[in-house]
Every structure is written in C-alpha cells, then in structure tokens.
C-alpha cells in the first residue's frame, strides 16, 4: 500500500506551495483516484511521492520510503506524461533496453507487447505512435518490471472511451492480483467509474477521502434516461405522481425524445410508462451531472441532434421542483445545447463534468463497446426484473483485462546489468553512427585539404588535426557520444524515480566509461585507417609512411579521444545537459591547456625526467619486462600540455560527479 503523510511542496516567492500538509492512504487491491481540477496539486503530489521534487513530507511504499528501496522500478512503475524515449527507438528495442536497466529477462519485453497489444507495433519508432498506442506503451514501460504499486499522472488524457475502458480494465486487474493503484484525473465521473476509493484535492488541500459508492453519491448524481417519443406526456406523469407522492423530482427535456429524470428510479419511471401505456424505447440509470444546465455530457450532441429530427415539438424543458410543480429550465438555446464546462460540486468546488459510465461487462481489450453511452439498461414496462440503483449500476466489476505473467525468478544482481543495458541503449538508435560517419568523412576531407596545404607533420595529418582547432573532428565526435550517453536516464521515471533525477551509481558510470571508451577507441582506430588511406589513394605512398615514435604518438592519440568521450559523460551526469557535456571537451583545450602551459613554463616547475628511475630507487623493486619504459612514455603522455589538462579535467569532473552521488543518497 502507499501511504503519504504531509506531503508540501517548496513555495516559490510569495505564492503558497502547490501542495500543503497531504496525507492518504491507497490500499493494496484496489484502484484509487486522486481527483481535483487543473492546477489541484495533483502532479505535484506525485512528483512529491516519487522525490522528483523537492518538499517535505514522507510516502512509504509497503511501508519503505522509495530511496530505501534497492530497486525502485521493481516496487513503483511510474507513468507521467509520454513515453520518455527517442523518437528513433523502435518499441521492441525501448522495452528491451528497459529490461536490462531494471534487470529481468529479455522475454519480458515480447510479453508485455503481447499484453499491451503492440505486437504488431514492435517495430515502429517511438516518435511515429498515436496518442492511444504511447499509452499502451508507457502501461508496458510500468509493468515490465513486475511492480507491486502503479502510479500514473492522468493517464486517460486524449484518450478515446475505448481506450480508456481497456486502460481502466488493466489497472483493475493489476489491483485484483493484490497490487496498489493510484492514478490522477480532473474528470468526477471517470474518477467514479474507474476507482473503488477517490481522494480529491482542492488548491493543494485534501478535500475529500471518500470510497467511489459514497462519492457518486455526495458528489455526483444519478439519474434516470429515457428515451420515448412520448416525452411531453410523460414529463407530465412523472410531474402528476411526483406532487401526489410530495417526493422532490425534477424532469429535464435534453431534446427530441430524450428525457433526464433526477430523483427517482428506474423501476419507478418504468412503472408510471407501464400504467399509462407509454411506449419507451430506452430506460437507463447514469451517473449524470450535477443537474439541469450542467450542459451535454460526451457523445450527446449527435444523438440530441437525431432525436430533435425526430421528435415532435414541444416545450424544450420541463422540471419538477421540491413542491412538485412542473417548471421550465432550459439548457437548449436556438442554436444549440448550452456548453458549460464547469459545474459546482457540494463542497463548493468546480469541476470539469464527463460522463461516468459503468463498463459493458461485454467490452474488454481491444473490442469496441456495443454502445455510445456504457449505461446499464434497466428493465422496461413492467418486465418484473428488479432495477439496479444507480450506485450499483456505477459499481458493478468491469471485466479484468489479461496481464503479463509474474516474473517467477529475478536476476541476480550482476556486474554486467548496466553494461548490457548501456549497449542496447547506445545501439538502439543510430544516431552514435550517423555521428561516427561524420566524424569519418570530416576527417577524410581535413586530412586531404592538409596534405594539399603542406607543412602539416605526419602525426597531425594522419589525426586530421590542424594547429588552428584545439581539438580534432574525432575527439569532437567522441566527446559528442560521451555527451550523449546519459540522455536516457534524464526522461525517463523508471530509471530517474530512485534519485530524483540522473541515477548515482558507480556501476552505471562503469558501464558507460567503458562503452564510451571503446566506442572511442574504434572511432580513433576508424579515424587514422581511413585519412591513411586516402592519403594514399590521392598523394601516394609517401604521405602515410608510419612514423619512428609511433606508439607514444598512439598513446597520446588513444588518451586524447577517450578522455575526450570520458569528459563528455562525466560532464553530461554532473550537470544534466548533452550541451554541458560538449562544452566541457571543447573547454579543455580552450581554457584549461593555456593554464597547465603556463603552469609548465613557470620556473618552479621542475621536469619529470628520471622518474622510472627514482620511483625503483624508492619502491625497492625491479621492474620486469622493462616496465619502465611504458611508465615514462605514460608519463609522457600525461606531460603534455593538452594531456595533462585532460588529466585535471577528469579528475576534477569525477570528484563533482561522486560529490553529487553521495549528496543525493544523504538527502
């Protein structure tokens, strides 16, 4: 279950935090609402609860704050908003890159699209589905992991009620196998229809813990929705037994043959029809509006439109008042129905008004609804069948949805999660390849407008690297990977809901200093075959000759561009930006390597030489297989000024980056 306790958010100047001192409970096997208007606080509850923001308060899920949990996706699946993904992702390939990040099998991913019904979507791109088809996908991306607990921000938003039924219809059944659901709407009736417990917030404050029968009942209200084409002379029925029996009821002309009767039921509506011989075509119980003037509900328009075609003139609305007198209100003008967006709630709020429906216990998945309006009809014209009330009308079970199999065995934790997940999230898309042929064709065409320009040494014409850029089109592109390797666990809740915002964890890191170095690696291998080779091709032989230091010259080239793609990661993590990440490769060249020069030519800078031989003096050991000449040529490397200012730049970037690390597991 999820427990919240006096969740407030942070305010800003001199506004009142969006949320003040919250506190609920959502049980565990049954769905819950949190309900309020745009602007209630209801995203920021959420966000509180989950520590993507700032605030005070506490939420234990099954009785554990979330950053006390090891693995948070596996406990609390999360939907806010879309799918947090490139738009370049197929959706076999997202899911798979989230089973490696979250650590069950692979095969899970083929079987929340069977579950989800996007099989037949698996590989399409991110970018090219439909409002309904991200929805069915975020729902994978929450229970891929298996989690106990579902939290969603509005997840019928643009939905279409087919949608929606199919929505609703998985997260009950998620809470019928004794998981926890808490989702937010601004819709009364949806929140009536779908959940069995309704939480509703008002300008940051909790207004309102009601179970969905009572709710129905204190905040919405039932009614009873005939279709006749008798309509005039069975308001006027309706009026005569309403002032006999002195019960308040009113009767309100929707247009053409439709009638809304509030205050009775739909045995008694039948029964008066029946007495009198009025035919009725439809005797149904809603959970309507507020009451006349709360203007059409949903799908209402076209089926007035056909019923005023239809009918016979008359008056346009008619209403019994407490004292059973029969009145005029009218939500129908000259030109149309009356939109009224907004209705007052008992409680003095104001509420956005849709239909709430009872599901059709014959409409699950992916079928289509056999009606319009998913109202349960009632018996009509003395069939002798006991009506349901309204509120059990609005109650009964909706057909559960099939769910994806439980993960029966969970993974061990091992070293190689986040590298296989680091893999599938860089060969996902193809944008480190589109970037890697670039960098190819750059240098290409540097080396060869090099080579015609002249006086370029052997070593920066086969790097494509001339003295007037501080960095060369591959270190460039490195840094670039590098930049780009943590733009997934920004978006994304199933990996950023742990610690707020980018995951701290050494493993991670690892894993992404690892790929980015052999992704570098392969890109400078790539880089000086292919400059060799059409230098050799173009100019000949005596351009792509292999120089006499050349493994110093390697080294130096290797550690260039893996620093380079070390910079941008490290960057990237620390301040959250792909452009933070660049701007800190491009900055080591530009501004640290004129410092670290300058510091070199200073004249209490004393030279390195001699250092194998005074650290075997000082250790006492002899170094085997001439070690010491790989520990000069390191040094070096290091010794130079664009080394050595890499050097600093990694050190300083991953002393930030553990700072940052241990700070958010304090918090």
Same mark, same amino acid.
């Given at each position: 279950?999820?427990?919240?306790?006096?969740?407030?958010?942070?305010?800003?100047?001199?506004?009142?935090?969006?949320?003040?001192?919250?506190?609920?409970?959502?049980?565990?096997?049954?769905?819950?609402?949190?309900?309020?208007?745009?602007?209630?606080?209801?995203?920021?509850?959420?966000?509180?609860?989950?520590?993507?923001?700032?605030?005070?308060?506490?939420?234990?899920?099954?009785?554990?704050?979330?950053?006390?949990?090891?693995?948070?996706?596996?406990?609390?699946?999360?939907?806010?908003?879309?799918?947090?993904?490139?738009?370049?992702?197929t959706v076999r390939g997202h899911l798979r890159m989230l089973c490696a990040a979250a650590g069950v099998p692979v095969r899970r991913a083929d079987e929340m699209l069977e579950a989800v019904g996007l099989v037949s979507l698996r590989d399409e791109r991110l970018g090219t589905l439909s409002r309904g088809m991200d929805r069915r996908l975020g729902l994978a991306c929450a229970l891929l992991p298996d989690p106990h607990t579902l939290v969603l921000d509005d997840?019928?938003?643009?939905?279409?009620?087919?949608?929606?039924?199919?929505?609703?219809?998985?997260?009950?059944?998620?809470?019928?196998?004794?998981?926890?659901?808490?989702? +937010?709407?601004?819709?009364?009736?949806?929140?009536?229809?779908? !959940?069995?417990?309704?939480?509703? =917030?008002?300008?940051?404050?909790?207004?309102?813990?009601?179970?969905?029968?009572?709710?129905?009942r204190t905040r919405l209200r039932p009614r009873v929705v005939v279709r006749t084409p008798h309509a005039v002379r069975l308001a006027a029925l309706l009026a005569k037994e309403a002032r006999t029996a002195h019960r308040s009821v009113e009767v309100v002309r929707e247009g053409g043959n439709r009638l809304s009767v509030y205050g009775s039921t739909c045995a008694d509506v039948g029964e008066t029809a029946f007495r009198h011989g009025v035919l009725v075509h439809?005797?149904?119980?809603?959970?309507?509006?507020?009451?006349?003037?709360?203007?059409?509900?949903?799908?209402?328009?076209?089926?007035?439109?056909?019923?005023?075609?239809?009918?016979?003139?008359?008056?346009?609305?008619?209403?019994?008042?407490?004292?059973?007198?029969?009145?005029?209100?009218?939500?129908?003008?000259? /030109?149309?129905?009356? $939109?009224?967006?907004?209705?007052?709630?008992?409680?003095?709020?104001?509420?956005?008004?849709?239909?709430?429906?009872?599901?059709?216990?014959?409409?699950?998945? /992916?079928?289509?609804?056999?009606?319009?309006?998913?109202?349960?009809?009632?018996?009509?014209?003395? +069939?002798?069948?006991? $009506?349901?009330?309204?509120?059990?009308?609005?109650?009964?079970?909706?057909? =559960?949805?099939?769910?994806?199999?439980?993960?029966?065995?969970?993974?061990?934790?091992?070293? =190689?999660?986040?590298?296989?997940?680091?893999?599938?999230?860089?060969?996902?898309?193809?944008?480190?390849?589109?970037?890697?042929?670039?960098?190819?064709? +750059?240098?290409?065409?540097? !080396?060869?407008?090099?080579?015609?320009?002249?006086?370029?040494?052997?070593?920066?014409?086969?790097?494509?690297?001339?003295?007037?850029?501080?960095?060369?089109?591959? !270190?460039?592109?490195?840094?670039?990977?590098?930049?780009?390797?943590?733009?997934?666990?920004?978006?994304?809740?199933?990996?950023?809901?742990?610690?707020? +915002?980018?995951?701290?964890?050494?493993?991670?890191?690892?894993?992404?200093?690892?790929?980015?170095?052999?992704?570098? @690696?392969?890109?400078?291998?790539?880089?000086?075959?292919?400059?060799?080779?059409?230098?050799?091709?173009?100019?000949?032989?005596?351009?792509?000759?292999?120089?006499? /230091?050349?493994?110093? @010259?390697?080294?130096?080239?290797?550690?260039?561009?893996?620093?380079?793609?070390?910079?941008?990661?490290?960057?990237?993590?620390?301040?959250?930006?792909?452009?933070?990440?660049? $701007?800190?490769?491009?900055?080591?060249?530009?501004?640290?390597?004129?410092?670290?020069?300058?510091?070199?030519?200073?004249?209490?800078?004393?030279?390195?030489?001699?250092?194998?031989?005074?650290?075997?003096?000082?250790? @006492?050991?002899?170094?085997?297989?001439?070690?010491?000449?790989?520990?000069?040529?390191?040094?070096?490397?290091?010794?130079?000024?664009?080394?050595?200012?890499?050097?600093?730049?990694?050190?300083?970037?991953?002393?930030?980056?553990? =700072?940052?690390?241990?700070?958010?597991?304090?918090?």
């Amino acid at each position: 279950m999820i427990q919240a306790f006096g969740l407030t958010s942070n305010s800003r100047k001199d506004l009142p935090p969006a949320v003040g001192d919250v506190s609920f409970e959502a049980r565990a096997g049954i769905v819950t609402a949190l309900l309020g208007a745009t602007g209630a606080g209801k995203t920021t509850a959420l966000r509180l609860m989950l520590e993507l923001e700032q605030g005070r308060g506490l939420t234990y899920f099954r009785g554990r704050p979330l950053h006390r949990i090891a693995h948070p996706s596996r406990e609390v699946g999360v939907l806010m908003g879309d799918v947090p993904g490139h738009p370049a992702r197929t959706v076999r390939g997202h899911l798979r890159m989230l089973c490696a990040a979250a650590g069950v099998p692979v095969r899970r991913a083929d079987e929340m699209l069977e579950a989800v019904g996007l099989v037949s979507l698996r590989d399409e791109r991110l970018g090219t589905l439909s409002r309904g088809m991200d929805r069915r996908l975020g729902l994978a991306c929450a229970l891929l992991p298996d989690p106990h607990t579902l939290v969603l921000d509005d997840p019928a938003e643009g939905l279409s009620t087919r949608e929606s039924h199919w929505l609703y219809g998985m997260l009950r059944a998620h809470a019928a196998q004794g998981g926890s659901v808490l989702f +937010t709407t601004s819709e009364p009736k949806e929140a009536a229809r779908a !959940a069995d417990h309704v939480i509703t =917030l008002e300008q940051g404050r909790l207004v309102a813990d009601q179970v969905a029968t009572e709710f129905a009942r204190t905040r919405l209200r039932p009614r009873v929705v005939v279709r006749t084409p008798h309509a005039v002379r069975l308001a006027a029925l309706l009026a005569k037994e309403a002032r006999t029996a002195h019960r308040s009821v009113e009767v309100v002309r929707e247009g053409g043959n439709r009638l809304s009767v509030y205050g009775s039921t739909c045995a008694d509506v039948g029964e008066t029809a029946f007495r009198h011989g009025v035919l009725v075509h439809q005797l149904a119980d809603e959970i309507g509006d507020m009451g006349p003037g709360a203007g059409r509900l949903p799908g209402e328009a076209a089926e007035a439109a056909q019923d005023s075609r239809a009918g016979a003139a008359g008056p346009e609305t008619g209403e019994l008042l407490d004292d059973g007198a029969l009145g005029v209100a009218g939500p129908e003008t000259r /030109d149309g129905p009356v $939109a009224h967006d907004d209705f007052a709630s008992p409680s003095g709020s104001h509420m956005r008004g849709a239909q709430v429906m009872p599901a059709d216990p014959t409409a699950h998945g /992916d079928q289509v609804p056999h009606s319009d309006q998913d109202t349960r009809s009632c018996p009509a014209e003395g +069939t002798g069948q006991a $009506a349901l009330s309204p509120a059990t009308a609005s109650r009964a079970p909706a057909p =559960l949805s099939p769910l994806a199999p439980p993960i029966s065995v969970r993974s061990a934790p091992s070293p =190689l999660r986040p590298l296989r997940y680091e893999l599938r999230r860089a060969a996902g898309i193809g944008t480190g390849f589109l970037t890697g042929a670039a960098v190819l064709v +750059t240098s290409a065409l540097t !080396a060869v407008l090099l080579a015609r320009v002249g006086h370029t040494p052997q070593a920066r014409l086969l790097a494509a690297w001339p003295r007037e850029l501080p960095l060369p089109p591959a !270190a460039l592109g490195a840094g670039l990977l590098g930049a780009l390797a943590f733009g997934d666990e920004f978006r994304h809740p199933a990996l950023a809901a742990d610690r707020g +915002t980018v995951p701290r964890r050494l493993g991670l890191l690892t894993a992404k200093l690892v790929v980015a170095a052999v992704t570098a @690696l392969a890109l400078a291998l790539l880089v000086v075959g292919c400059d060799a080779e059409v230098l050799y091709l173009v100019y000949g032989r005596e351009l792509t000759e292999v120089p006499a /230091d050349w493994l110093s @010259l390697s080294a130096s080239w290797f550690g260039l561009v893996v620093g380079c793609a070390w910079a941008g990661v490290l960057a990237a993590g620390i301040f959250r930006s792909t452009t933070a990440g660049l $701007a800190a490769v491009v900055s080591v060249p530009v501004l640290v390597v004129p410092l670290v020069r300058k510091a070199l030519d200073g004249g209490s800078v004393r030279a390195a030489a001699g250092l194998p031989a005074r650290l075997r003096e000082v250790l @006492l050991l002899q170094w085997p297989f001439g070690g010491e000449r790989y520990l000069a040529g390191a040094v070096r490397v290091v010794a130079q000024p664009v080394g050595g200012a890499l050097t600093l730049s990694l050190t300083a970037l991953l002393c930030a980056y553990l =700072l940052t690390a241990l700070r958010s597991r304090v918090r």
